[in-house]
């Protein structure tokens, strides 16, 4: 279903530029489209307040597909049959954008996902681009805290084999890891949506791991948290951006406290860009944005700029337009796309406290 987005109605004629954005904004990874939505919006707010874009005012048709790929594939046919969008942001979960990219790239109308991070993403065509790293990066940074920070030898892994993001990290992780002289003990897996883990875990409490890695969404990993402490393991689990929710601390409670992990941007970094777009977004919305606000906020102020530029707003000329991309000061990092499509960005490291993160490190490409 359509959702209206911040400002109200959608408003029609040739004076409005019309976006698409596909989310998930209920199910499972439900807070992740709702951050989202937010950045984005944020971003439309201010570019028509300072006048839009070719001298239209801009405008964005949200669909809901509802933590599903099968939906956001057909949320996507919508926006390029129905709507009739310039370009489309979205989705978060990279098994979504994967189910988009294909769609979009057919058509031919530009998509841009903020924080997908599989690398088959991009490579659907090239018509599809991101505004964050990709998961080769992330993997290894997560492997290289493992190692030289956290002095781990021995990691478990729980994956998701619903989840090209958690299949795609396990792999770089598993690799990663044993190269740099680590052991992983087992490999176990769930299906995104199960709510009992006790069977991995006591398999996994058997191989005696100092961590346990996993690469999944906050709805699971909380709970995977709390089981663990049940089933005896005492050990700090790992992951990935996947984690980013503030609804990770009330599903973990203090079981996931003193876990790690990777992701893309952090509320306490001291630069005044993102201070001020943090000040903003409490002011709009009422809560501290996390990577999938900031994220959302860049890719739709990426795909702004690149609307300005564009010769004119055709498929070829906005994609044109969107390549182009360089330096461009974005709040989780600054963007320069690659021949690829991908941003090339560090990383932070993230503690799990009492109801929040603590920044714990930076690592650069
Ligand atoms: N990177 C995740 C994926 O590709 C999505 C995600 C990004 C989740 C950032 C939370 C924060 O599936």
Request: aromatic content about 8%.
């Amino acid at each position: 279903p359509a959702t209206p987005p911040g400002g109200g109605e959608v408003p029609a004629g040739s004076d409005v530029i019309l976006l698409g954005e596909v989310g998930a904004l209920s199910g499972g990874q439900a807070t992740f489209g709702i951050s989202t939505r937010d950045g984005i919006d944020l971003a439309l707010k201010e570019a028509n307040a300072a006048g839009g874009v070719k001298g239209k005012k801009l405008a964005v048709r949200v669909y809901d597909n509802q933590s599903k790929p099968e939906e956001a594939a057909q949320a996507t046919t919508r926006l390029v049959t129905q709507d009739k969008v310039v370009l489309i942001l979205g989705d978060v979960a990279s098994s979504n954008s994967l189910a988009m990219a294909e769609k979009a790239q057919t058509a031919g109308v530009p998509m841009i996902t903020p924080s997908s991070t599989n690398p088959k993403v991009t490579e659907t065509g090239d018509y599809i681009f991101r505004v964050c790293f990709i998961d080769p990066f992330q993997g290894f940074v997560m492997a290289k805290f493992a190692r030289a920070n956290l002095k781990l030898n021995k990691v478990a892994v729980l994956q998701d084999n619903k989840s090209a993001y958690s299949i795609g990290l396990t792999d770089v992780f598993t690799r990663k890891f044993t190269e740099m002289g680590g052991k992983i003990t087992t490999t176990e897996s769930f299906s995104q949506g199960d709510t009992d883990y006790r069977a991995q875990l006591t398999a996994i409490r058997k191989t005696q791991p100092d961590a346990i890695y996993v690469p999944g969404y906050y709805s699971e990993v909380g709970v995977i948290a709390r089981q663990a402490r049940e089933v005896g393991l005492r050990v700090p689990l790992l992951g990935g951006d996947g984690w980013d929710s503030s609804k990770l601390f009330e599903l973990g409670g203090s079981a996931i406290q003193g876990s790690y992990f990777s992701n893309h941007y952090s509320p306490d970094n001291p630069d005044p860009k993102v201070q001020k777009f943090i000040a903003d977004y409490k002011a709009a919305y009422g809560s501290v944005p996390d990577a999938l606000a900031a994220l959302g906020y860049d890719a739709a102020r990426v795909a702004i700029a690149a609307l300005e530029r564009a010769k004119d707003l055709s498929g070829p000329a906005v994609r044109d337009a969107i390549a182009q991309t360089k330096d461009f000061p974005g709040v989780a990092g600054t963007i320069t796309l690659d021949d690829k499509h991908n941003a090339v960005k560090s990383a932070v490291v993230l503690k799990v406290g009492d109801g929040k993160t603590e920044y714990v490190t930076t690592v650069n490409p």
